[in-house]
């Protein structure tokens, strides 16, 4: 396994109104903050947030590349971001554990924080496809470039994995700084990762090893 320091490349935060960040996604453009009553954008550009749209948000944030997806409690909910309309509603593998959310391959993966698993979920219906194991407590989940990371929180520490999707076996990993929690990830799809920062209400800006990368030439 490789292990290494995480490289922290910039913060945002805390911002007003904004006690926790419990989900993190990336829409190409924009970053979506999940904050417990409310799904906030933040233009990483210039560290301002915009517009919020009110629903419940107590976890992960997903983005299918035309909805959100949004954990609240023991459901997950799919909304239309130009409206902030909530389309439809799927159960959550965990029905109130869950931590993490993410879209790839047609799915929604889903860490169970407690219960140390990443489920693959049908978007339509809520069936768990597979299952993950993990041996830490599971907060943000992200794919980029055909690999699979997530956060984990437990005490004061934190890190982020790269695993195997078949097995869970952790391939890398970077260690954050004591007290810097994981809360939410999302890549954006090239050398960032966005970290929710928990109850600091910050977002941290972790920069994905160039080694991690999978080359397309």
Not at 14 to 22: A, C, I, M, S, W
Not at 31 to 59: C, M, N, Y
Not at 151 to 169: A, I, Y
């Amino acid at each position: 396994m490789k292990r290494a320091a995480a490289e922290i490349l910039c913060e945002y935060g805390p911002f007003e109104g904004v006690k926790h960040v419990h989900g993190v996604t990336f829409d190409g453009e924009t970053v979506w903050l999940a904050a417990g009553d409310r799904i906030t954008a933040l233009d990483p550009a210039s560290g301002e947030t915009g517009r919020s749209i009110d629903v419940a948000a107590h976890a992960g944030t997903a983005f299918d590349g035309r909805r959100l997806f949004q954990i609240a409690e023991d459901r997950i909910q799919k909304i239309e971001p130009a409206t902030g309309e909530v389309l439809d509603t799927i159960p959550a593998p965990g029905g109130g554990g869950d931590s993490g959310l993410a879209w790839a391959e047609g799915s929604l993966w889903v860490g169970q924080y407690r219960a140390r698993k990443i489920h693959q979920v049908d978007p339509e219906t809520g069936e768990v496809l597979r299952t993950i194991e993990s041996n830490r407590f599971v907060t943000g989940v992200t794919w980029v470039d055909g690999d699979l990371w997530h956060g984990v929180w437990e005490g004061e520490e934190s890190d982020l994995r790269r695993v195997d999707p078949e097995t869970g076996e952790v391939l890398e990993r970077l260690d954050l700084p004591p007290g810097a929690m994981v809360s939410g990830l999302e890549s954006d799809g090239a050398d960032r990762f966005f970290c929710g920062g928990g109850s600091s209400g910050k977002l941290r800006v972790v920069r994905r090893p160039q080694k991690a990368r999978r080359q397309s030439t």
